[in-house]
Every structure is written in C-alpha cells, then in structure tokens.
C-alpha cells in the first residue's frame, strides 16, 4: 500500500541553524501538506501546497519558513534560523484531492 | 473559523467495555469530518471519515462514527476495547477546500485498564 514517508525520523540542530525535512508523498497525490505537534499538543496546520504554489498557511507559516518541491518526488519543509520553540513533530500529508490526506510518521525536530 | 472540540483530555476504560470519544465542531456548513488515531510515538491513522450520506460511518479497528448535525458532533464509538486501543485520539474538520488544511481538536488520550 502506497505510503507518505518522512526523512530524517529525527533532527537535531543548534538555535539559529537551518533545517530542511523531507518528505516523499504517494505518487498520484496533487496536494501536500505540513502540519506541526509541539509536545503534549494538538496537531496544527502549517501550509499547502498544489500546482507548485502555496496554495494556503497558517499564521504559524511565517518568513522562517518555506516549502518547495525540488524534483517530482520530494517535498520539502525548510527553517531557515531554527529557534527553541520550533521543536516539534512535523508530518507531512498528501492528497489526491478527495479531501482524505495521508499522513506521514513524522519528523521529531529537537533545537537545542 | 471552524474550531474543534474534544472535551475529553483522559479517558479511562475497562478492557471489554464500551468506549465514546466526544467531538463538536463549530462550521457553518457541512464540513469533512475525520478521526485519527496516533499510538505514542507515531504518526496519525485515519479511523474513519465522513464526508455526505450515511450518519454512522464505519472504520477500521472496529471503530465507528456518528454525525449529528443537530448536536454538531461526530462521535466515536467502539463496543468493545482491546489494550492495543490504547493511544491519543483526534477528531478533525476539513472545510472542504482542496488544499485546506485540517482543523484539529487537542485530542483525547485514552488508557485501558486490565
């Protein structure tokens, strides 16, 4: 069964560093998605993205943030100076438009 | 602004007994509901949704949903529970956007006593 697969499962990286995740999300998939979980909370929306574009973002989604979709496979998730209130679970999510999205296992960012 | 509400933040149940897992949500149409499960230290899985049609929605692990839109709730329900059920469940509401984000509730963590 096709799945969303993250990489790296876990980052660590200093305060003020740059941090990208990726992500592979099902292949006929048109949309996608990060969505973040600080610890002990709920899961929040990021941003989306379809037809090379953000499509929506959260007032979260500010400049430090950026997303891409380098080649036909990856999704990318950019930070560009972390800060210690960005650790978090990320996931990514895919869509085939039907409203159903697919989630990945997750990134655990840790900002030390 | 769509919210979700999941007024539960713990619930303890009786492995064998009855579960019902609590979620209002607050749209002004008809929105895309969902439940998804997240076992510690892993992603979500989606339980069920509703989208049109049928109020009871049935899924997997032999969990079901009702919507209620009289109540603005989807409610999750399970017969019976096994330990393995153990985990943190979240109710989300899509507004029904292609490309909108879900809308997710704090979630409810629920614990199976032996």
């Known amino acids: 069964e096709p799945e969303v697969t993250q990489t790296p499962s876990h980052q660590v990286t200093q305060m003020g560093q740059e941090v990208i995740l990726r992500c592979v999300p099902i292949s006929n998939h048109l949309y996608f998605y990060w969505y973040r979980q600080i610890l002990g909370q709920k899961v929040e929306f990021l941003v989306s993205f379809y037809n090379n574009e953000i499509s929506e973002k959260s007032e979260i989604f500010d400049d430090q943030f950026s997303v891409e979709r380098p080649d036909g496979s990856n999704f990318t998730l950019k930070i560009r100076s972390t800060k210690l209130e960005d650790s978090a679970m990320y996931f990514c999510a895919s869509s085939a438009g039907d409203h159903e999205q697919f989630f990945g296992p997750g990134t655990r960012l840790t900002v030390l | 602004a769509q919210s979700v509400t999941q007024p539960d933040i713990h619930i303890t149940v009786s492995e064998g007994a009855s579960l019902e897992l609590r979620c209002n949500y607050s749209y002004g149409a008809t929105p895309y509901l969902f439940w998804y499960v997240q076992s510690p230290g892993q992603g979500l899985q989606l339980l069920l949704k509703?989208?049109?049609?049928?109020?009871l929605v049935q899924g997997i692990k032999g969990f079901e949903a009702e919507f209620k839109r009289s109540q603005s709730s989807f409610n999750l329900r399970k017969p019976s529970v096994h330990w393995s059920d153990a985990a943190e469940y979240f109710c989300a509401v899509d507004s029904g956007g292609g490309a909108d984000g879900l809308t997710f509730g704090k979630g409810t963590h629920l614990i199976i006593q032996p």
């Open positions: 509703y989208f049109s049609g049928d109020t």
